[in-house]
């Protein structure tokens, strides 16, 4: 038997103890590098002055909770998709619905836009990531188009195209994230390190690399590598499940948006967690958060229906968004950074600026 083989001294709970105490260790290490808080640093740096947002555009039109959203590379395209099984991509500036999907499932949590604009993604308690070709000729079924791309065990609940139309990404409730092919639906890479339900990822930006980051019910967030499938980096300060992942625009950095009320801002060249968005007020979780495209604000969907503006540097609330009559489950800054949208429970998706 192989526990024979192990020595006398090395029994479990002595191996389960040197673990705790190298943790330890590594932790020390860390705190010897932390020198000084964020807001210290940016106490030097100019308050932000008022600033008014408020929503430019209403998307109506599912039937049910609006459970994600994404931009498309064009500013101008959106998908959304609900637990009503409905996937609709919407011209946010006019708000015309341009295609409409109906998927055999309810509870569509991800859907995503292809880099060129001519595809989306969707899946959700199907444990598929389907992807369907638009075209705007009308006789055409989009249906009869669909290509099953990834396979999970349980739900799918984050999906995101990597830098071209050919890969793409998901999260799933088995506690795994993978890369899949599109044409052959082959899986080409599996992340194997959450301990429970991974609900949420996000590339980083083209310049940086082959990392994404994904964060889980394990109350984890872990930065992995996607040429070798191994997790390069792992926070876990959060004190409930992460709902949301954003890297920082400069990909130096990323966020986290908890059911723990607050939101974390992880440097990874620190390795650390930088600097803690929350008030007192706010007893509510996160679902959804994202970056400014300068990274100096970073915008948080709450379950109390409130959308917070919180300033980066200074770990201060600048702004708070009132409008959507449910909780806001998705919110995307828009690739030009002059507007963002917000998905609700209210069954509408909101476009403020």
Not at 199 to 210: I, K, R, V, Y
Not at 265 to 292: H, M, P, Q, T, W
């Amino acid at each position: 038997m192989a526990t024979e083989a192990l020595h006398e001294n090395e029994t479990l709970a002595s191996l389960k103890s040197e673990a705790e105490s190298l943790k330890g260790k590594l932790e020390e290490e860390r705190a010897k590098l932390h020198d000084v808080e964020l807001h210290q640093v940016a106490e030097r740096v100019e308050a932000l002055g008022q600033f008014v947002m408020k929503t430019r555009r209403t998307l109506k039109g599912h039937g049910n909770k609006v459970l994600c959203m994404d931009w498309c590379k064009d500013k101008r395209r959106i998908v959304s998709s609900s637990q009503d099984g409905k996937v609709i991509v919407w011209d946010s500036f006019t708000t015309n619905k341009e295609h409409a999907v109906t998927m055999p499932c309810t509870w569509v949590m991800a859907c995503a836009n292809a880099p060129s604009g001519c595809a989306i993604a969707c899946g959700g308690l199907d444990n598929k990531c389907s992807v369907y070709p638009l075209t705007f000729d009308k006789n055409e079924n989009m249906a009869a188009k669909k290509k099953s791309v990834a396979m999970h065990t349980n739900y799918l609940s984050a999906c995101s195209f990597t830098n071209s139309d050919m890969q793409i990404l998901t999260a799933s409730g088995d506690g795994t994230c993978a890369l899949w092919d599109v044409e052959s639906g082959q899986l080409l890479q599996s992340f194997h390190g959450h301990g429970a339900d991974v609900l949420c990822l996000d590339l980083a930006p083209s310049e940086t690399g082959n990392t994404f980051v994904s964060g889980g019910c394990d109350k984890k967030a872990m930065v992995w590598d996607m040429r070798s499938g191994q997790c390069v980096q792992a926070f876990e300060t959060h004190e409930s499940d992460i709902n949301s992942v954003r890297y920082y625009p400069s990909g130096d950095a990323f966020a986290s948006g908890s059911d723990d009320a607050t939101c974390r801002l992880y440097d990874l060249r620190a390795d650390r967690e930088v600097a803690i968005y929350s008030k007192e007020s706010i007893i509510f979780g996160a679902s959804s958060v994202d970056f400014s495209l300068s990274g100096r604000l970073l915008f948080a969907g709450y379950n109390d229906y409130t959308i917070n503006v919180w300033d980066v540097l200074k770990g201060s609330r600048v702004s708070i968004l009132f409008g959507h009559e449910n909780r806001v489950s998705t919110l995307r800054v828009s690739p030009d950074g002059t507007a963002f949208c917000s998905g609700s429970w209210d069954h509408t998706l909101r476009v403020w600026a």
